[in-house]
């Protein structure tokens, strides 16, 4: 398994901006895809973005494409979630995630996870 650490979370206004960033450490990093899930209270955790790490490939979900962006620095085996014109609705705790090269939007493609990072949009 892979040792991740968020952070960059914190408060922000609507419409404002936040960048999260994910430490991992593995020897072996590039066989990995990296994710950012989140989780807001009484729902379940869902998918946000993914990134396959050996080539840069991104995959986002529908209600943040176009506003988010993932990606990666290979020298600082670190992953990156750059948030723009965040919403009221984005608050959560999101976390990373790392799983193999055929991992998907599901949570249980991922087997190595992060603490969270709360993230909280005011109106």
């Known amino acids: 398994q892979v040792q991740l650490v968020e952070s960059g979370g914190g408060l922000v206004q609507a419409g404002g901006s936040l960048r999260l960033s994910c430490a991992a450490s593995a020897r072996t990093f590039s066989i990995y895809r990296m994710a950012w899930f989140r989780q807001a209270p009484g729902k379940e955790r869902e998918f946000v973005a993914r990134?396959?790490?050996?080539?840069?490939?991104?995959y986002y979900a529908d209600s943040v494409n176009g506003r988010f962006t993932i990606s990666r620095d290979n020298a600082k085996n670190t992953a990156y979630l750059q948030m723009n014109s965040l919403k009221p609705e984005d608050t959560a705790i999101y976390y990373c995630?790392?799983?193999?090269?055929?991992?998907?939007?599901?949570?249980?493609?991922?087997?190595?996870w992060g603490q969270g990072t709360q993230v909280t949009v005011s109106s």
């Open positions: 995630a790392a799983g193999p090269g055929r991992a998907g939007v599901d949570a249980a493609d991922f087997d190595s």
């Open positions: 990134i396959r790490w050996s080539s840069g490939l991104t």
